[in-house]
């Protein structure tokens, strides 16, 4: 069983409430960590949902804007403080090198580890460990990306093919491992006796109006955080500022196939979340609100 | 009587705990407030400390170290979505401009009000509506100052005197706006029959080691809020790293001859802080912790 968790540790859109901290999500695999977003006060939501700085192994900016990545220089600077040697992945639009050094150079600071740096363009693929990690482009008007991660995960044996072949157990590891193997004067091919096992997908949308592109990133994942910054009432302005209402969120979740789906990035304007839920699940039912400290464990075989 | 309040939101150094924040300290006096520093995380703290955005009139870094200064951008641009027209004065070291523009222009941020940016170099001296704010140099290794704000007031009348002369009342409100007044063929002058009222003296250190241009400048204040990072085990790192004991904070105060001490910037190494107390109170017996939330009201006749 395969067993990865995604943490909601900001939920407000724009300004802070007392309750909604500015956007942060954090998604974490068999020991790899990748925080999406970093608003400012980021580094005490990790520290309230007990998550250990050093588990996370790269960051994501989705967009430049303030409330998503002005929390960065800050955490930065506090991994630095705990010693952290390991290097550390930062991916996000261009501005991000400019943002990170220039804080840097003007608070005098220097990292007691690497940082390497990567500004996508207009998309951005990579494999970090255990996990691939894809940024795509959704609609904000600024540059901005959605987020599909990936674990990634050993082939599996086809058992009954290999049972039915009579091939001793011994021999399974090595095909496994993508290894041929030579018996009984026969060979088997790795690539004929095993195949790939799915690894659990997290799809992030950042800030978006409804997007195409996110759909088709999102088909099959095991969890979908959607922003859903307003509700239905709010629709037109939502799109014209590059947001989605929460029944645009329960429609990608539904067009995509996902298994669930998680709320974020509430408008201030919202004390009570209720509509969103009610909104999202009139279209998708496993609906959830991604309030702050909400955390969901994803299960597959 | 005249009534001032300062409030501490975050008494941490370098790295946030659980129930510490970053520096940042919060003087009010008649609607006028004034920040001083701005860790991440401090417009969190004035939230939850109950003060709107919209009093604060100008902002005190007192040195460019990210703990002091990462929550400038994000407060910055929070003012703005809550619409603030009026002018923010900024006061601090060289670099502080860069810091914000540069995040301004990174993050696609303009804001909806005028900001006044002052860097000074080795102190400055400004008056903004009913305070006046001091700004002097400590020793922290980086220019670093300290801060003393003094409340303004009208003159006040020299009560005894004018009724031994008989001057009608009706003639003294003149004389205290600074107007001289001619009575019966004499003339007054407002200078021989007024004297300055005192304000409220109110100093923060920001970081130093022990410093005697702070005691100088603290000389008769109501209430110093003084770092005391460390306790006096550590006294040798502590003035190494530019920083101060809590005895050192006390030994401030005692020769200052200060109403009432205030510790903060507790380093991240203490959970319990009665040793700090202990060391200060030995020294100097109007002495508190002030730990994140605190509000002290201070008052003068």
């Known amino acids: 069983m395969k067993r990865a968790k995604a943490v909601v540790l900001g939920s407000s859109a724009a300004t802070p409430k007392p309750k909604r901290g500015l956007p942060a999500h954090y998604f974490e695999f068999e020991g790899t960590g990748v925080l999406m977003d970093v608003g400012e006060g980021t580094q005490f939501q990790l ?3 007990n998550i250990g700085f050093s588990k996370i192994k790269a960051v994501v900016v989705t967009h430049m804007h303030g409330d998503h990545v002005l929390g960065l220089p800050g955490l930065l600077e506090t991994m630095s403080m705990a010693s952290r040697k390991e290097e550390l992945l930062l991916l996000g639009p261009p501005g991000l090198y400019e943002l990170v050094s220039t804080a840097f150079k003007l608070t005098h600071f220097a990292p007691s ?8 363009e207009s998309g ?8 691939k990690i894809k940024l795509f482009p959704v609609n904000h008007g600024v ?29 399974w590891s090595a095909l496994q491992s993508g290894r041929d193997v030579e018996w009984n ?37 095991d969890l979908l ?5 307003f509700t239905e009432e709010m629709r037109e302005e939502a799109h014209e500022r590059g947001h989605s209402t929460a029944k645009d969120a329960a429609l ?17 304007r919202y004390e009570d979340l209720s509509k969103h839920l009610e909104e999202a699940r009139r279209v998708f039912p496993n609906s959830y609100l991604g309030e702050d400290l909400t955390k969901v464990l994803v299960m597959k075989e």
Chains 1, 2 share one sequence.
């Open 47 to 49: 520290m309230k949902a």
């Open 113 to 120: 580890y690497p940082i390497r740096v990567i500004e996508a």
């Open 124 to 131: 951005h693929e990579v494999s970090l460990r255990n996990v």
């Open 143 to 171: 540059t901005a990306f959605g987020v599909r991660i990936e674990t990634v995960h050993k082939r599996k044996v086809k058992v009954e093919e290999l049972e039915r072949e009579g091939l001793p157990k011994r021999f």
């Open 185 to 221: 004067g026969r060979v088997f091919k790795h690539e004929d006796y095993t195949y790939e096992s799915e690894g659990i997908k997290v799809v992030y949308s950042g800030d978006t109006a409804p997007c195409e592109r996110l759909v088709e990133e999102a088909k099959g994942a």
């Open 225 to 229: 955080i959607h922003e859903a910054t």
């Open 252 to 268: 990608a979740a539904l067009r995509a196939g996902v298994r669930m789906l998680l709320l974020t990035h509430f408008s201030g």
